[in-house]
């Protein structure tokens, strides 16, 4: 059964258990000359007037986006709620200046209730089918996201309390006649129902002002803060390289439409810009279900001059490849920096000698450290020649070794050959649940052991796959 479905069976029952409980509480009330009694029928009528039009909210709320009406039309459900608030109201005030005039007035009569055991049984009926109501319709509309049926469940949940106000004020009715007559005890008593009924419009004037302002808030757009930060916080994790610069979230009926800037390089490629787009839509949809989301990528052209961003500028300045960076404030207040640089495996230290030292001195100047440490490395990115062929049953030979190996099953096995230069990319499954260090140490030692248990005749390169 579709979202649409249940909101609409759930709206359709409120329709019918309203309709009897009016009517049902109206006849008892009419009967006993119960204010508390009439105040809950009004209550109840308003609640029946209330749970068609939510009927009709859903239906319509359901219909797709059109020319008109792009977003679709779930704010129809807000409207209704706020209707339904204003409705409440309207009975609140109703309530409270028949209270008044049966307070202030000099005639007996208009304090009397009388007793009937229909007045207790319309009562405790209608208490056992709001709890019942009340618990299914908040179900419904948590799972549906419904506002309009969150107001019914709402309603529903005043009217048990209201009720349990005037079951305790039809009671004190009728036990009045067993207290000392001038008592202030009896005083009480005989104004119970009408006491029970000031409690019941308060607690709609509360309901309403909850309402209400939910209400005004969603039909304003007013941002949801909740969903925003569930939204910057994925972001933060899933896609820390581009940081959300704006952020906005509103809500029509049940969906979500999100409107987000996010910082990419100034000279990402237009293809490459749309797939992160798409990722961050699906990843916003994975995050808040139900959410449409338009990116706008804002092309980033000032970074921040941090130690590291300097490191590296300065290394290309020299030719440097550097990898390895570790920035270290001692106790002593000492600024240390160690940098692994790349070299090239056949060079030479005494020929890069004097560029080694004139980037040591501009890291020094830089960043005011005071210590700065070099580690030379050989540039791996340089691919070997090798002179023996290449095996016929290689691609084999490679599957073999990864099993030996107790290495995952790989995805694929390329080998990309240049005269005597040969690449072998081997790519295995994501795995996901690994972080970026232990994925580094992962692949660093599967590389390792493949290159000690494959003939030497292309340079290993173990990766994930694309």
């Known amino acids: 059964m579709d979202a649409d479905t249940r909101k609409s069976l759930a709206a359709w029952s409120s329709v019918v258990w309203s309709a009897m409980l009016t009517v049902f509480k109206m006849i008892v009330g009419l009967m006993t000359g119960s204010l508390g009694i009439l105040s809950e029928a009004l209550h109840s009528a308003l609640d029946l007037v209330a749970a068609g039009g939510t009927v009709y909210a859903v239906k319509v709320a359901a219909l797709p986006a059109d020319k008109d009406h792009p977003y679709g039309h779930g704010k129809v459900e807000n409207l209704m709620a706020l209707g339904e608030t204003l409705l409440l109201l309207g009975t609140a005030a109703w309530v409270i200046k028949e209270a008044i005039e049966r307070l202030m007035s000099t ?3 208009a304090l009397t209730v009388r007793f009937s055991y229909w007045a207790f049984a319309v009562i405790i009926v209608s208490i056992l089918v709001d709890v019942n109501r009340a618990r299914m319709l908040r179900k419904v509309a948590k799972e549906t996201r419904s506002a309009a049926l969150e107001a019914d469940a709402a309603h529903f949940t005043t009217d048990i309390w209201s009720s349990a106000a005037v079951l305790c004020g039809i009671t004190g009715a009728a036990v009045a006649d067993m207290a000392v007559t001038g008592s202030w005890f009896h005083w009480v008593l005989v104004r119970a129902d009408v006491f029970a009924s000031l409690i019941v419009a308060l607690i709609i004037l509360r309901i309403c002002k909850e309402l209400g302002l939910q209400s005004i808030n969603n039909l304003m757009d007013k941002q949801n803060n909740e969903a925003s930060e569930k939204i910057r916080a994925t972001m933060a994790e899933r896609m820390p390289t581009y940081p959300v610069s704006r952020l906005r979230v509103r809500e029509s009926g049940a969906r979500f439409y999100v409107d987000m800037e996010v910082q990419v390089p100034h000279n990402l490629h237009v293809d490459t810009a749309h797939e992160i787009a798409d990722a961050i839509e699906t990843m916003v949809a994975d995050t808040i279900e139900g959410a449409e989301t338009m990116v706008h990528m804002q092309p980033a052209t000032d970074f ?26 001692t106790d002593d207040g000492l600024f240390v920096v160690v940098v692994d640089l790349e070299l090239p495996s056949d060079a030479t230290l005494e020929s890069w000698q004097v560029p080694i030292e004139a980037f040591r001195k501009e890291v020094l100047r830089n960043l005011k450290a005071d210590v700065v440490a070099l580690h030379v490395e050989p540039d791996l990115r340089h691919i070997p020649n090798y002179t023996t062929p290449l095996p016929d049953d290689w691609e084999k030979q490679v599957r073999d070794a990864m099993v030996r190996r107790s290495a995952p099953i790989p995805s694929s096995i ?9 690449l072998c990319i081997i790519r295995i499954p994501k795995e ?15 590389n390792k052991k493949l290159a000690e248990h494959l003939p030497p005749v292309a340079r290993i390169l173990v990766t994930y796959e694309e």
């Open 107 to 109: 005639d007996p009569e």
């Open 304 to 329: 921040p001059e941090t130690p590291e961003f300097i490191i590296r500028r300065l290394a290309l300045t020299h030719r440097f490849g550097v990898h390895g960076l570790v920035l270290q404030h």
């Open 414 to 422: 390329n080998t990309y050959t240049r005269a005597h230069e040969r």
């Open 432 to 446: 996901y649940s690994l972080t970026v260090e232990e994925s580094h140490t992962r692949l660093t030692r599967l």
